[in-house]
């Protein structure tokens, strides 16, 4: 089951901002090269999109939180992701020196309930005698996530836990990748009275030089025994104070998107429901979580991130509960979202009071299943969770995993989830899917849509302009598609497990895909207005059209935006351009300013074209002012392009189809 949300305070502040309303109407046709078509709009009349139509999904894949948007630099801090038994692997941690200077193990002794297993470091060296130590000393070092990401004038908060049989003498040190240049140390030195019992520590690192493939090193050059748990090393600065990495979090903002679903995917189910995705070993005191194995996406995570989302499953990939058995998952589920709704003085409520939110999360819909309709017990599960949810939040909106799109739902559903993975002829057709969907019952969340194979490669031009298709057929089927979101959103470039994605990363470089680009172009949709607007062209070629009305909230100027989306079916009709003729009606005299109108245009010169971290901004939209914008105009739609066209209003009048009332604003 996947919880999905629209959050209300802190990191996500931003996907509260709404537009203000108005109405809408998107064509599809298909055009010939060379050809002039016509896009008719109507201004006075529109229809609301809903203000949560575009989101995001963020899923636990392709290290998009561990590793990724999630700002801790050491991987497997509390030494667990070798497993229970010990000895144990502890990867990617490694040992400074040899078995004559120290014997590096695991065992059972820690602090901590949930994450017994603990390092113990035995140093055989020391500064003086027989057996001096190297220089530096010896120790272990973490490399993170395939190198650490620090940067010069940054300061680092190291926190980890110790006990010793003795006094201890320990650096604490950033360094370059094989351990010769020091970014930034720490001396920690305590007496044996001290460290006798487990013992936090804490110190800041401030970096004296940039280097994106560094690590943590613990070394010594005194002889005795010391224990090591739960080691963390983050950046200060990061999105908010929230522990969100600000590039990768800014990347998301600009998005401005109205909702978010978390954390799954496959993640949540994982491929045996031992392994699943387990919301209360999630929360509470980062070093008491015992972290898991994802074993859909092959990874370990020590669940940094996921203390204010949780999620809990009855059915697997592969093993799936008996409805008669069930009631304990539904109950896992209730109590998660008394976590996140539930009172101060609720018994999870209280959870998450501790952690510093007395407030209640804005938590809205529940998902149950993540793409399980076909399974035997999904629909008698589905019914107990629909059934005990809707009885203790009645606001809650409950997705169902079965497609509606099609014929109507055999069961009770806010909501049905939608998934695409498909080619880019058969996405950009799907402009249409929604057209003959029936306008009542439940509304569709496509809360997974990406042209992938050989399409979209890494990420290609072709594949953003067929989901920009996709997404102009979503608006004009707003009325019965309440929300959308791309997946996946993230890839750490060093463990793609799934590709393409909508923003790559490594520790210090990131990119948007095209993909990631498209989507700009409907950050402004939700909550606008689609106005009626027809497209006449005749065709060989494809070409999508549709209008909105939207306002600025930052300057509370009122645009009209035409969006146009043209992309060739026959590849080889070559690089010929549509000279598209735009009529507005329902506008008065010079309600169209010149002065602020602008094109912008996602485009490049070859349809697999791919952005890279060598060139970040080889397909990115480019923005120019318009100098014909007018009522009445013509406009060039280059081959391969996604165009939108903002044209900036004196005043808006319009009437709301359904109401007798207008609207107003004026700048
Ligand atoms: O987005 C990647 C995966 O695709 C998701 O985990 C799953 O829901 C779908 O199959």
Redesign the pocket.
């Known amino acids: 089951m996947a919880f999905f949300k629209v959050p209300s305070c802190g990191v996500l502040l931003l996907l509260f901002f709404i537009a203000t309303c108005f109405l809408f109407q998107c064509f599809a046709a298909e055009v010939e090269v060379n050809q002039t078509a016509r896009l008719l709009v109507d201004a006075s009349q529109g229809r609301l999109i809903p203000e949560t139509l575009f989101g995001i999904f963020f899923?636990e894949?392709n290290h998009a939180g561990a590793g990724g948007l999630w700002a801790e630099l050491v991987s497997n801090r509390g030494f667990e992701a070798g497993g229970q038994n010990i000895p144990s692997n502890i990867d990617p941690w490694a040992i400074i020196g040899n078995d004559s200077s120290l014997i590096v193990s695991t065992d059972r002794s820690s602090c901590f309930e949930r994450n017994k297993v603990a390092l113990r470091m035995e140093v055989l060296c020391d500064s003086q005698g027989t057996n001096i130590c190297p220089v530096g000393g010896v120790g272990v070092y973490n490399p993170g996530y395939w190198g650490m990401g620090i940067k010069q004038g940054k300061t680092y908060k190291v926190v980890f836990y110790i006990r010793s049989l003795g006094s201890v003498n320990i650096l604490v040190s950033l360094t370059s990748s094989n351990g010769l240049q020091t970014l930034a140390t720490s001396n920690i030195i305590a007496s044996a009275s001290d460290v006798s019992n487990w013992t936090r520590v804490e110190t800041l690192l401030e970096a004296k030089e940039t280097n994106p493939n560094a690590r943590l090193q613990l070394t010594t050059s005194r002889k005795g025994v010391i224990w090591f748990d739960q080691v963390s090393a983050m950046p200060l600065d990061t999105y908010k104070g929230h522990g969100f990495r600000n590039v990768l979090f800014q990347m998301l903002a600009d998005l401005k998107p109205r909702f978010l679903r978390f954390p799954?995917?496959?993640?949540v189910e994982g491929e045996w429901l031992r392994n699943a995705f387990r919301w209360k070993a999630s929360v509470g005191p980062w070093e008491n979580r015992a972290g898991h194995f994802g074993d859909?996406w092959m990874y370990w995570t020590d669940d940094g991130l996921g203390y204010f989302e949780f999620l809990q499953v009855g059915i697997s990939h592969t093993d799936e509960v008996d409805t008669s058995a069930v009631l304990p998952f539904v109950q896992e589920a209730l109590d998660g979202i008394e976590f996140a709704r539930g009172d101060a003085n609720s018994t999870w409520g209280s959870v998450r009071a501790a952690m510093g939110h007395p407030d209640p999360f804005d938590l809205r819909y529940v998902a149950v299943g993540?793409?399980d309709c076909p399974k035997k017990n999904y629909r008698g599960n589905y019914l107990k969770f629909y059934d005990a949810i809707k009885r203790a939040y009645p606001d809650i909106g409950i997705i169902s995993n079965c497609d509606g799109s099609s014929s109507p739902l055999d069961h009770k559903a806010d909501f049905y989830d939608f998934?695409i993975?498909t080619s880019a002829n058969d996405m950009f057709s799907k402009t249409h899917k929604f057209d003959h969907t029936s306008r009542t019952g439940p509304k569709a969340f496509v809360s997974?849509y990406a042209v992938t194979g050989n399409d979209a490669g890494t990420g290609s031009l072709l594949a953003a302009l067929a989901e920009g298709g996709f997404l102009i057929g979503l608006e004009k089927n707003s009325d019965v598609v309440a929300m959308a979101s791309y997946?996946?959103l993230f890839v750490n470039a060093n463990d793609r497990r799934?590709k393409p994605d909508a923003i790559v990363f490594n520790s210090a470089q990131l990119y948007g895909t095209p993909s990631y680009w498209v989507q700009q172009f409907f950050r402004e949709s939700s909550g606008a207005t689609l106005l009626n607007a027809t497209l006449l062209t005749n065709s060989s070629s494809s070409i999508v059209a549709s209008a909105i009305s939207w306002e600025d909230s930052e300057n509370a100027k009122s645009y009209l935006r035409i969006k146009a989306n043209m992309i060739l079916q026959v590849v080889n009709l070559g690089s010929s351009s549509v000279n598209l003729k735009v009529s507005v009606d329902g506008l008065g005299p010079n309600s169209i300013k010149l002065s602020g109108s602008t094109k912008t245009q996602l485009t490049s010169t070859n349809l697999k074209d791919e952005n890279s971290f060598m060139e970040p901004n080889k397909v990115v939209p480019s923005l120019t002012l318009l100098e014909n914008a007018a009522k009445d105009m013509d406009v060039v739609i280059s081959p391969y392009s996604f165009t939108s066209f903002d044209l900036l209003r004196e005043s808006v009048s319009m009437k709301m189809e359904g109401t007798d009332s207008f609207s107003r604003s004026s700048i």
């Open positions: 899923e894949i799954g995917g496959c993640f859909v993540n793409e998934h993975y997974e997946a996946p799934w």
